[in-house]
């Protein structure tokens, strides 16, 4: 996929699925910034990847942060929003409703949706003055549609973000700029699988292969996807549950459907 002369900026590309993003984007050739807190990553000698330390919940960090990208690299033409708490931050645990604090429920939202809002925003400020269209990418996950227990927090986060896709699309239509979101299922890299995957044929899923989904709707094959949740999840969102055994006052056992 040709992606040169395309700026990019991937907020949490500092490891995992967003490493592997800002990878896949600049193997395409594309000039690629990263935000992240944590930020292992360091800038490129040959200047294809700048990486930023800005807090996406943080709006002047954020400002400043697309200030610098502007001046390295010029206007963006792709923001993909993936920085979120996840199960590998130490400070995240999965918690049942009745004993969820409220602090890590609101740095969840904080740091999931109200952080891709504000990078949307101000990203989609500055596309639109630019007036050469663009493309937002929300990172959202299975649990937004299909949430497992102990993940209110995460989910609710989750399933926000694809409200925010839709109302970023309806909105920045007018301004030529496209807005979807990749919602993987589990992923994991290679060789470090943990466990069942819940998914229909069993697989895990890389986070090349949500790099991958990124590409395709940054290349001229996505040009006409626009405000759609890609579900990249080997069906777990749709995954068949077994009915409730139990018998009703017909006598037939386990054919009713569990809502
Ligand atoms: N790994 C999975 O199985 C999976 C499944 C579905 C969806 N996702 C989603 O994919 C995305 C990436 O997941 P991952 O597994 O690579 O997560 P990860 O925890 O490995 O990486 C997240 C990155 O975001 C950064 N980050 C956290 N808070 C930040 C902030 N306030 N400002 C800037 N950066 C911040 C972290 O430092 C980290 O580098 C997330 O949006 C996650 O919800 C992951």
């Not at 500092?14 to 600049?26: E, K, T």
């Not at 910034?33 to 200047?47: E, K, R």
Request: glycine content about 14%.
């Amino acid at each position: 996929m040709d992606l040169s002369g395309l700026v990019a900026l991937v907020t949490g590309g500092g490891q995992g699925i967003g490493a592997a993003i800002a990878s896949a984007l600049m193997a395409g050739g594309a000039r690629v910034a990263v935000f992240d807190v944590a930020a292992p990553l360091a800038s490129s000698p040959d200047g294809a990847l700048l990486a930023l330390d800005v807090d996406v919940t943080d709006e002047a960090a954020v400002s400043a942060g697309l200030d610098a990208v502007v001046a390295r690299f010029g206007e963006p033409g792709l923001l993909v929003n993936n920085a979120a708490v996840t199960a590998s931050d130490p400070d995240w645990r999965g918690r049942p409703v009745l004993e969820l604090p409220l602090a890590q429920w609101r740095r969840v939202l904080d740091v999931n949706l109200t952080g891709a809002f504000i990078c949307a925003q101000q990203t989609a400020r500055r596309m639109a003055a630019a007036g050469r269209g663009g493309l937002i990418v929300n990172i959202g996950s299975v649990q937004g549609v299909r949430p497992t227990r102990g993940s209110a927090d995460y989910a609710t986060s989750k399933a926000g973000l694809v409200m925010l896709t839709h109302c970023l699309a309806g909105e920045l239509a007018p301004h030529g700029i496209r807005v979807n979101a990749v919602a993987p299922g589990p992923i994991a890299p290679a060789g470090a699988e943990s466990g069942p995957s819940g998914t229909l044929t069993g697989t895990w899923g890389t986070p090349e292969d949500v790099a991958a989904a990124v590409v395709y709707l940054a290349g001229p094959g996505g040009r006409f996807v626009n405000g759609h949740v890609l579900m990249l999840d080997d069906g777990a969102s749709v995954l068949l549950r077994d009915p409730p055994a139990r018998s009703d006052s017909f006598g037939v056992t386990g054919d009713t459907i569990d809502s």
